[in-house]
C-alpha cells in the first residue's frame, strides 16, 4: 500500500525557516517524480515544486522560486522542501504527492500524505 | 503561464441528477488534464486524467471529456458522498508548472 506521511510543519515567524519531510512507502519511491502542493486556509490546490527522479531536475512555482528548496534521499525514500525567509502567504497545509507514471515527466498525483500544516506568524 | 478557470464556483444538484462542471485553459493544454475530488478535511483524491481516463477505483458515474482549452466533468447520478470541491489541473507544459483551477464546490440541493 502506497503511503506519503508528511511531517515538520509548524509555527514559524516572518523570515524564518521550517524543513518539511515526506516518508514515503509501499512503492519503488526513486523511480517516481515527487511534488509539493499547498493549500492555504479556506483556498484552493496552488502547486509548489516538483522533483523528477534525476536529482538535478527540480521546479518551481513562481511565488516561492529562490525561497523553497525540494530535494529528496532515495535511500530513506523520503522528500524534502526546505522553506526559508518564510512569508505569512506563506501559511497552508502543505502535502506531498506521488506523480502517477512511473518513470514519467510532467503528471498528475495519484497517492497524496494527509497534508502538514505551516503557519507564519509573529 | 496557462491560467485555469472553473465554472461555476458553486453547484447545487439534487440527488441522482447529473452535475456537469467546466473548466477552461488560456491556451491548449491537449488532453493532459486531470480533475481531483476534495472533502473538507481530507487530501485531494484523482478522479480523472488524460482528460477522459478514470483513476483506479473511481465510480463509473464520474467521466471527464474535452480537449484543448475547453474540459467536462460529469457525475451522471450525483450521490451524497460526491460532496466536495473538484479541481481540475494542467500538466501539459515542460518544464512542468502544474497549474490548478479555482475548484467548483458541489453541493446537495
Known amino acids: 500500500e502506497v503511503q506519503l506521511l508528511e511531517s515538520g510543519g509548524g509555527l514559524v515567524q516572518p523570515g524564518g525557516s521550517l524543513r518539511l519531510s515526506c516518508a514515503a512507502s509501499g512503492f519503488t519511491f526513486r523511480n517516481y517524480a515527487m511534488t509539493w502542493v499547498r493549500q492555504a486556509p479556506g483556498k484552493g490546490l496552488e502547486w509548489v515544486s516538483t522533483m523528477s527522479i534525476s536529482v538535478d531536475s527540480t521546479f518551481y512555482a513562481d511565488s516561492v522560486k529562490g525561497r523553497f528548496t525540494i530535494s529528496r534521499d532515495n535511500f530513506r525514500n523520503t522528500l524534502y522542501l526546505q522553506m526559508d525567509s518564510l512569508r505569512a502567504e506563506d501559511t497552508a497545509v502543505y502535502y506531498c504527492a506521488r506523480d502517477r507514471v512511473e518513470f514519467g515527466g510532467n503528471s498528475p498525483q495519484d497517492y497524496w500524505g494527509q497534508g502538514t500544516l505551516v503557519t507564519v506568524s509573529s | 503561464e496557462i491560467v485555469m478557470t472553473q465554472s461555476p464556483a458553486t453547484l447545487s444538484v439534487s440527488p441522482g441528477e447529473r452535475a456537469t462542471l467546466s473548466c477552461r485553459a488560456s491556451q491548449s493544454v491537449g488532453t493532459n488534464l486531470a480533475w481531483y475530488q476534495q472533502k473538507p478535511g481530507q487530501a485531494p483524491r484523482l478522479l480523472i486524467y488524460?482528460?477522459?481516463t478514470r483513476a483506479t477505483g473511481i465510480p463509473a458515474r464520474f467521466s471527464g471529456s474535452g480537449s484543448g482549452t475547453e474540459f467536462t466533468l460529469t457525475i451522471s447520478s450525483l450521490q451524497s458522498e460526491d460532496c466536495a470541491v473538484y479541481y481540475c489541473q494542467q500538466h501539459n507544459n515542460w518544464p512542468p508548472v502544474l497549474n490548478f483551477g479555482g475548484g467548483t464546490k458541489v453541493e446537495i440541493k
Open positions: 488524460g482528460a477522459s
